[in-house]
């Protein structure tokens, strides 16, 4: 499975923006999908998680009421709506497809990962 995101960009803080990404095949449809990121010289950290029904979804404390994670499991594409954009969001994000319908937390949780786009968020 290849994942591929896009939306990434230069923002001002407080602005938003709307990140996408499609799986290569339908491998997705039937497991929970994520979004990580990872900012220069930090670990990989979750963001947000929604299971293959999308009725469940998780959020890091740090984004919670600011981001929003949805799915379109016919299109095999999850997105992550970003508003009030901080600077400390800046970072390169990364969608991943879990192992199972659960949408966990952990990066273990997860199988495949994409490349990642680049959102910088400037003061």
């Known amino acids: 499975v290849q994942l591929q995101a896009s939306g990434g960009g230069l923002v001002q803080a407080e602005g938003s923006l709307r990140l996408s990404c499609t799986a290569s095949?339908?491998?997705?449809?039937?497991?929970?999908m994520g979004w990580f990121r990872q900012a220069p010289g930090k670990e990989r950290e979750f963001v947000a998680s929604?299971?293959?029904?999308?009725?469940?979804?998780a959020y890091a404390d740090n984004v919670q009421g600011r981001f929003t994670i949805s799915r379109d499991n016919a299109k095999g594409t999850v997105y992550l709506q970003m508003n009030s954009l901080k600077p400390e969001d800046t970072a390169v994000y990364y969608c991943?497809?879990?192992?199972?319908?659960?949408?966990?937390?952990?990066?273990?949780?997860?199988?495949?990962w994409g490349k990642g786009t680049l959102v910088t968020v400037s003061s």
């Open positions: 929604i299971s293959w029904r999308g009725d469940s979804t």
């Open positions: 991943a497809v879990a192992r199972s319908s659960y949408a966990g937390r952990r990066l273990t949780d997860y199988d495949y």
């Open positions: 095949r339908r491998t997705g449809s039937n497991n929970a």
